[in-house]
């Protein structure tokens, strides 16, 4: 049980290049988040899904988009990034909306832009 | 929408200090409330939470927090720090049954001193 998985861990690229994000997870669960984290700003919700071919955006989803084509797996996608995309990126999943119910995250992927 | 505030950005501390981090949130329903660590280098993980029935937690590593309804708290405590609790703490509100969304304050980077 590998629970939440992340590739790559770190990635350099150009302004203006593409790259796609993915994000695993093996809990059958039916929720996942993208998250990016930067220095003071704690995590900031980019998009989110509730279940397979479902997306919906989250408060920062300027400049990304994502796809939830099978249960387990969420990509998230920058068609062309800025350095203002620079940034660490965390996955997370869980259950359906029950009391208390846990995000669990996965490792992350540093994205420099430069 | 949940917001939450989290002070005192940067906290310094010696080993066997106290610790207290302060989390106020914005909800004025029922709300999960957590507490996520992210040690060095690592991932977030769920230090501990609260849905219902007493409001005092305990989570791992001997922290614990208390929920007071009435002030929209919910701050993190720990009697006596080790080095091994350097580490970023973010306090999360979601509100049940509907929102789908974990609300993250900015975090506190705590640094203990040995």
């Known amino acids: 049980n590998a629970g939440v998985t992340q590739t790559p861990k770190f990635r350099v690229l150009k302004t203006g290049q593409s790259m796609t994000l993915l994000c695993a997870q093996d809990?059958?669960?039916?929720?996942m988040y993208w998250y990016r984290q930067d220095p003071g700003m704690g995590l900031r919700l980019i998009h989110y899904s509730v279940g397979e071919g479902t997306t919906a955006k989250g408060e920062v989803p300027d400049g990304y988009n994502v796809s939830r084509l099978k249960k387990q797996n969420f990509l998230l996608g920058l068609e062309s990034a800025a350095p203002s995309q620079t940034s660490v990126y965390f996955c997370?999943?869980?259950?359906?909306?029950?009391?208390?119910?846990?995000?669990?995250f996965g490792p992350g992927t540093r994205l420099l832009v430069l | 929408a949940q917001s939450v505030s989290q002070h005192n950005h940067h906290v310094i501390l010696s080993e066997a200090a106290s610790l207290e981090l302060g989390c106020n949130y914005s909800y004025g329903g029922t709300v999960n409330l957590f507490w996520y660590v992210q040690y060095p280098g690592q991932h977030l993980q769920l230090l501990l939470k609260y849905f219902s029935g007493d409001p005092l937690v305990k989570g791992i590593k001997g922290f614990e927090a208390e929920f007071i309804k009435s002030k929209f708290s919910f701050n993190l405590r720990k009697p006596s720090v080790q080095w091994s609790d350097t580490a970023e703490y973010f306090c999360a509100v979601n509100a049940p049954y509907g929102n789908n969304r974990l609300a993250f304050g900015k975090g506190n980077q705590v640094v203990v001193i040995p």
């Open positions: 997370a999943s869980r259950r359906p909306d029950l009391r208390g119910e846990t995000q669990y």
């Open positions: 809990m059958n669960h039916e929720y």
